[in-house]
C-alpha cells in the first residue's frame, strides 16, 4: 500500500511539471553567479565529504522532539517548562531554515523520479515550520494549551517529511556516493597496453568489472573510476581543463590527481587508482583517500626498477656500460 503511495507519487505528471519549474529555478538561482556557487557547494557538503543536508535535519527533529517532551511531561505548565519548550521550539525553526536551504542545493540536481517526492518532502517541511512557529506565537501570547495541540500538529507534520527524506536517500539514492558498491581492487592489475592510451583523450578501460578513465597528459597518467560519485553519470563524455575533470550531467568536479571535489553537487571524493607500468601494460590499484597506499607504491617502485609508480611514468632504463 505505502509502496504503491510513493511509486505513484514519483510518477505524478502534474506535481512533476510544478517541481520541475521550481527545480529549474532554484538551479537557476544557486548557480547564478560564483559567489552563489560557492554557497552552494558549501550547502552540498563539499567540505565536508558528506552531503550536508542529513547532519543539519537533525537539529529542528531533535529540538522538536525535546520541545514535545517537555510538553508531555510539564503537565502543569511550570515557568520553567514553558521557557524550555519554547526555547526548544525556536531552536528548532532556526535550525530549519538552515536544513531547508541545503535541501534546496541537493535538489536542484535531482532526478525526474525523485523530484517530486522532493518537493512533497519540502512543503510537509514547510507546512511544520508553519505550525511550530504559530505554536511558538501562541505561547508567547499566554495560549499555551492552544501552542501544545499546534505543536502535536507539526511533529505529524515533519514525520511525514523526514519519512519521505528517508525514502528520497534509502530507496531513491539521492546522495547516495555511487562508488559505495565498487569492488576494492588492492593489487595491481593489468587493465590497457600503454601504447593504446591516446594523449588528451578520456579513455575508458576496465578493473576487475569495475569501469575506470584513464588520461594521458604529456609524461603524466591519470586514473579514476568512471562512475560519477554523485549520481551514476558516466565520467568518459566530461570535459579536461586544467588539471580538472567535470561531469557531463550536473558539474561536479574532480581533481584528476587524487580525484577530491573542486565543486559539486557531488561531496564524495572520485575513486583514484595508483598506476605503475610493467611490461607495457597500465597496472592499477586503488589508492587510499589517506595515502597510506600511494608511500607503499613508492616504497615497492623504489625496490623494483622496472615499476612506475601513482601517476607518474616508469623510470627510465639505466645506460649500459
Ligand atoms: S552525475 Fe551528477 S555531477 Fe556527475
Not at 130 to 150: E, I, M, N, P, V
Not at 214 to 233: P, Q
Request: charge should be positive; include cysteine.
Amino acid at each position: 500500500m505505502f509502496q504503491r503511495l510513493l511509486f505513484g507519487l514519483s510518477h505524478q505528471k502534474r506535481i512533476d511539471g510544478f517541481a520541475r519549474t521550481w527545480q529549474t529555478r532554484a538551479h537557476r538561482l544557486l548557480t547564478a553567479n560564483p559567489g552563489a556557487k560557492r554557497a552552494k557547494d558549501a550547502l552540498n557538503g563539499t567540505w565536508l565529504g558528506h552531503p550536508l543536508h542529513p547532519a543539519l535535519t537533525d537539529v529542528p527533529i531533535g529540538a522538536w522532539t525535546a520541545a514535545l517532551v517537555v510538553d508531555l511531561l510539564d503537565r502543569r505548565g511550570t515557568r520553567a517548562g514553558r521557557f524550555a519548550s519554547s526555547v526548544a521550539l525556536g531552536t528548532g525553526l532556526a535550525g530549519a531554515g538552515l536544513a531547508a536551504l541545503s535541501g534546496l542545493a541537493d535538489w536542484s540536481d535531482v532526478n525526474r523520479r525523485q523530484r517530486p517526492v522532493g518537493l512533497v518532502h519540502a512543503l510537509l517541511n514547510v507546512a511544520a515550520v508553519g505550525a511550530f512557529g504559530g505554536s511558538l506565537w501562541l505561547r508567547l501570547r499566554g495560549s499555551h494549551s492552544a501552542g501544545k495541540a499546534l505543536a502535536v500538529g507539526g511533529y505529524t507534520l515533519a514525520s511525514a517529511g523526514a519519512f519521505l527524506g528517508g525514502h528520497l536517500v534509502y530507496t531513491l539514492g539521492t546522495q547516495v556516493d555511487r562508488n559505495a558498491w565498487a569492488r576494492e581492487v588492492d593489487e595491481f592489475t593489468p587493465v590497457m597496453e600503454q601504447s593504446d592510451l591516446p594523449a588528451g583523450v578520456l579513455t575508458r578501460a576496465t578493473l576487475r568489472g569495475e569501469p575506470v578513465l584513464l588520461y594521458r597528459e604529456g609524461e603524466r597518467i591519470f586514473a579514476l573510476a568512471d562512475t560519477c560519485a554523485h549520481a551514476g553519470c558516466s565520467l568518459v563524455s566530461g570535459r579536461v581543463e586544467g588539471g580538472v575533470l567535470t561531469c557531463p550531467c550536473h558539474g561536479s568536479a574532480y581533481r584528476l590527481d587524487d580525484g577530491a571535489v573542486v565543486h559539486g553537487p557531488s561531496p564524495y571524493p572520485q575513486p583514484s587508482f595508483e598506476l605503475r607500468v610493467r611490461d607495457g601494460q597500465i597496472e592499477l590499484r586503488l589508492a587510499s583517500p589517506g595515502g597510506r597506499k600511494r608511500r607503499a607504491a613508492f616504497a615497492e617502485a623504489a625496490a623494483s626498477p622496472a615499476a612506475g609508480f601513482g601517476s607518474r611514468p616508469p623510470p627510465p632504463a639505466a645506460p649500459p656500460r
